[in-house]
C-alpha cells in the first residue's frame, strides 16, 4: 500500500493543475505539427521542475525520488511528449552529472540543466547497438590533453534542442564493456553534428534524432566520472530511467482509462448505455486492475531506490508490466469508443501510439525480462 506524504500530496496538486492548464491544452497541436513545447519547458523551470531532484546549491529544488515520479506520472497524463523529453533532461542527461561529476562539472553543467538555462540529452544507442549496449562503436581516442571521438548516436531524445550532451564511447576496445566512458559534450563543439529529426508514430513532440561525431576534439576535464566506468554508470541511470518510464506509461493508462469510463457512461446503444453492458464493465475492470497493479509496482521501486536499496529486479518488472498495461488499456479504451476512439478528436488514439514507444525505450520488454529473470536466478536461495 503506498503511503504519500503530504508534501507529496502538494506536489501532485500542483503539477496536475500546471498540467492540465499549461500542458494538455498544447497534446494535440505539438504532436500534429511535431513540435517542441519550449514555451512549456520554459514554465516548468520557473517552477523549478527541472531541477526537482537536485541540490538547492546547483540550482534544484532539492526534492524526493517519489516527487520526481510523481511528477512525471502528472505530466504523462497531459502530454506524453513532454513528459518523455523532461525525463531524458532531468533523469538521463543532469542525474549522470549530479552522481558522478566533478564539483567543476556540476557547477558548469549542472547547475544550468537543474534552472532550465539549458536543455539535456543522453546518448547511447547507436545504429548497430540498441539493447546490446555493451557493444556501441563510437570511439572516443586519447590525444594530449583530451579525446578525439569518432562514431554516431541514433534515437536520441531532445538532440534537437539539447545543449548538454552525455555521450557513451569506447575508451579501450580489449576491455569490452568494461572499456567504455561517458563524457560531457556541448552542443556547438566543432565534429559534433544533430543529425536529421525522425518522423514518429508517436511521442512527436518530443524530437528524437541522430548524432554524428567526426574528429571531435572533448577536453580532459568532460571526462564523466571514472576512466572506463561508463558501462556501470549508464546501467545504474537506466534502472533509475526505467522507474520514469513506467511513470509515464501508468500517466497514460491513468488518463486512458478516465476516459474509457466516461464515455461509457455517456454513450448509448441499444437504447442503454454502453457501460451498462458486461463486455464493456469487464474491459474497464481489468483496465483499472492493471493500473493499480502498476500504481504499486512503480512506487514501491521508486521507494526502494530514493532509500538507497536494491531496486534492479522492480525496476524492471514496474517497466515491463506498466509499459504493456498501457499500451493494452489505451487500446482497450480506442476499443471502448468505437469509431470515435480512432480520430484524433477524442486523443486516445494518441495515448495509444505514445504508449507503444515506453515498451522500446530504456530497455524493450525483452530485455526487461531477461533482467528480472537474471535477477530472479541470482537470488533463487532466497525464494
Known sequence: MINFSEEHEMVRKMVRDFARNEVAPKAIEIDENETFPHETFKKMAELNLLGLPFDEKYGGAGMDYISYTITLEELARACASTALSYSAHVSLAATPIDHYGTEEQKEKYLKPLATGEKLGSFCLTEPNAGSDAAHIQTRAVKKGNGWVLNGSKMWITNAAVADIFVVAAVTDPEKGSHGISNFIIERGTPGFEVGKKEK???????????????????????????????????????????????????????????????????RKQFGRKIGDFQAIQFKLADMATKIYASEEMIYNAAWLKQNGKPYKKEAGMAKLFATEAATEIANQAIQIHGGMGYVKETEVERMWRDAKLLEIGEGTSEVQRLVIYRQVRDALEQL
Open 200 to 266: 514518429k508514430c508517436g511521442m512527436r513532440g518530443s524530437p528524437t534524432s541522430m548524432l554524428h561525431f567526426t574528429d571531435c576534439f572533448i577536453p580532459e576535464e568532460n571526462l564523466l566520472g571514472e576512466y572506463n566506468r561508463g558501462y556501470a554508470q549508464f546501467l545504474e541511470t537506466l534502472d533509475g530511467g526505467r522507474v520514469g518510464i513506467a511513470a509515464q506509461a501508468l500517466g497514460i493508462a491513468k488518463e486512458a482509462f478516465k476516459r474509457a469510463m466516461l464515455y461509457a457512461q455517456e
